[in-house]
């Protein structure tokens, strides 16, 4: 069974600093781009950032670019997403999502809460 | 950038009504459109992926169809577990804009 388990959230002042995982299990880790997406409060989603399957190519969504950085350690079976500068537009809940060669996101998981506020 | 628009933002609807939302690009995508639910509290959801395929375990009342620039997500017969948000996605391009959404609820 495919499983995307994300960790990481919380509360972080202006400015400050968070680090978010995702643990994969269930399917070849390795071989997938995975996806980075977020929602905030009561609004809709917004794609964040892509990474291959290799890291090879990376790409951002141009509200983060600069101060979020996309990663994997296919080893570990693990995505993360390094965030700095926080604003408090960037407190949304966080899935991190399996990418297909069809160019979808076929699975995701739970999420896990940002919020940035003094 | 590709700019992804949906209409309308919400409709009413009752269990039996036939839904049609609809999902425009501001430039040309192919057939790259992907159509997702999402429920309260809950992860999105693949429903429709390359404008018209359905995705594996998704009942064959809800279909997509277009090309180009329009897109429709068709529910042929509204269920009560089918009140929920919908977002099309563009996979065009490598910056993977969602539309604005569309919220069904039970009129």
């Known amino acids: 069974e495919v499983q995307l388990v994300e960790s990481g959230g919380g509360l972080v002042k202006p400015g400050g600093s968070l680090r978010l995982s995702c643990a994969a299990s269930?399917?070849?880790?390795?071989?997938?781009?995975m996806n980075w997406v977020r929602q905030a409060p009561g609004k809709g989603l917004e794609w964040v950032s892509s990474i291959s399957s290799s890291s090879s190519y990376i790409y951002y969504a141009d509200s983060v670019k600069g101060r979020f950085t996309i990663s994997r350690d296919n080893a570990k079976n693990s995505l993360y997403l390094q965030m700095n500068s926080l604003r408090a537009e960037d407190t949304a809940v966080y899935y991190c999502?399996?990418?297909?060669?069809?160019?979808?996101?076929?699975?995701w998981g739970q999420g896990t809460l940002v919020t940035v506020s003094s | 950038d590709i700019q992804m628009t949906q209409s309308p933002s919400s409709l009413s609807a009752s269990v039996g009504d036939r839904v049609t939302i609809t999902c425009r690009a501001s430039q040309s995508i192919s057939s790259y459109l992907n159509w997702y639910q999402q429920k309260p509290g809950k992860a999105p959801k693949l429903l429709i992926y390359a404008a018209s395929s359905l995705q594996s375990g998704v009942p064959s009342r809800f279909s997509g169809s277009g090309s180009g620039t329009d897109f429709t997500l068709t529910i042929s017969s509204l269920q009560p577990e089918d009140f929920a948000t919908y977002y099309c996605?563009?996979?065009?391009?490598?910056?993977?804009?969602f539309g604005p959404g569309t919220k069904v609820d039970i009129k």
């Open positions: 269930g399917f070849t880790f390795s071989s997938y781009s």
């Open positions: 996605q563009q996979s065009y391009s490598t910056l993977r804009a």
């Open positions: 999502a399996r990418d297909t060669v069809a160019g979808n996101s076929d699975y």
